[in-house]
């Protein structure tokens, strides 16, 4: 049986959940803010009464990169488990974006709060933020994308 476009949309869309959750889980541990000769990385911030904590990234990504996997796996295809999949990527890359954002603004206001005692230069948002936006960003698209996805 020759491939259609909309296996290829599947397929596409597995990959995107799949990658853009595994990339979310890494980022746990790339650094949000560095200078001063030391990184502050998500998986070090352990308050979970905020969305600014590298639990948050690690779960997010786990549920985008797991409904990856099962949607490219075509688990349940036939009933309603691939709309579930994409769904739960679609949930599990927004709960990443959501955690990034929040952290953002926190890191911005760490930074901030540090000028006032005139160590701003060499502080700077690290790299982890934008990887780990881009990643929910990738996840959450590949669900949507296998939300639309009927085959």
């Known amino acids: 049986m020759a491939p259609t ?49 590298g639990y948050y990234l690690i779960i997010g990504g786990g549920i985008a990169a797991a409904c990856g996997l099962l949607l490219l796996m075509r688990f349940g295809r036939g009933t309603g488990l691939p709309m579930l999949f994409g769904l739960g990527a679609v949930i599990g890359g927004g709960l990443v974006i959501a955690a990034e954002y929040v952290a953002y603004g926190k890191v911005n206001d760490t930074i901030n709060a540090m000028s006032g005692y005139g160590v701003e230069a060499g502080i700077a948002v690290g790299y982890g933020l934008y990887v780990g936006i881009g990643a929910g960003i990738a996840g959450a698209l590949g669900g949507l994308l296998g939300l639309v996805n009927r085959s």
């Open 5 to 53: 476009a909309t296996s290829g949309t599947g397929q596409m869309a597995a990959l995107l959940a799949l990658a853009g959750g595994a990339v979310a889980v890494v980022s746990a541990w790339l650094p949000w803010i560095t200078g001063l000769g030391a990184d502050m990385k998500p998986i070090d911030v352990t308050d979970t009464s905020t969305l600014a904590c």
